[in-house]
């Protein structure tokens, strides 16, 4: 149990400590400012410039234009990809999904590509409907997970797309120092003080391998990032 004013504890994950993002009840005015700012953040520290160019775009040439984002939030990195998937003059579509209700109301407000749609769902939901995908990605959603959660995911993602990419926070003291000052960046959301929770939540890479099925790889993406991936045909 995570105790009020202690330090953190980098030993293990802390996945009894919520998010406040998570919290039905939190501001929305906050929430609307986070999700605002996700892209600003994720630019400067996802990487997913080089992951598109590296891991989607070319398995993409050779599968189905088709793109499922898992967990979309505000919908900034959906939206990201089918930019760089229209200037490369791939005609792709792409689905964005997350299970927040106020994700989707915040995501499906923004302006941006007309070949991204928002719908709240899970995974499970779609894998029962039948779908399946050229990709598959999530951004920060694995630390969000309990055990069993990441297992099921992981199985509606071996059904859903040909070649799946989820990347994550590395959960690190290092990582967690660093954020701590460079999130005072944006004040007024919740980036900071979830982002902080976030790493602790988050996974080693020995530990995210080692709850990983078979077939499933973990890459490091610098900085203090990793990557979970899988490819039909390569399991």
């Known amino acids: 149990m995570t105790v009020p004013g202690a330090p953190a504890d980098f030993t293990r994950r802390a996945v009894d400590l919520p998010e406040f ?63 760089w998937a229209r200037r490369d003059g791939l005609d792709l579509t792409v689905t964005a999904i997350d299970a927040d209700p106020r994700a989707i109301a915040f995501a499906s407000a923004q302006p941006g590509p007309p070949n991204v749609t928002y719908r709240q769902a899970l995974s499970s939901d779609l894998v029962r409907e039948g779908h399946t995908f050229g990709a598959v990605t999530s951004n920060h959603l694995l630390h969000h997970l309990t055990a069993a959660e990441l297992s ?16 994550d926070l590395v959960r690190s003291a290092a990582a967690y120092r660093l954020f701590s000052l460079a999130a005072h960046a944006f004040p007024g959301t919740f980036i900071r003080a979830d982002g902080l929770r976030s790493i602790r939540r988050s996974f080693t890479p020995a530990e995210l391998q080692a709850a990983a099925p078979p077939g499933w790889t973990v890459r490091p993406l610098f900085p203090f990032r990793q990557l979970l991936t899988w490819e039909a045909g390569r399991a």
């Open 21 to 83: 993002m998570d919290d039905p009840a939190c501001d929305l005015a906050t929430l609307r400012r986070t999700y605002r700012q996700f892209g600003r953040l994720n630019a400067l520290i996802a990487g997913w410039r080089r992951v598109y160019v590296r891991d989607l775009r070319p398995r993409l040439l050779q599968a189905p234009l088709t793109l499922l984002d898992i967990g979309c939030g505000g919908g900034d990195v959906p939206r990201q990809l089918a930019r």
């Open 152 to 167: 099921g995911l992981l199985r509606d993602c071996e059904h859903l797309g040909r070649v799946v990419v989820h990347s």
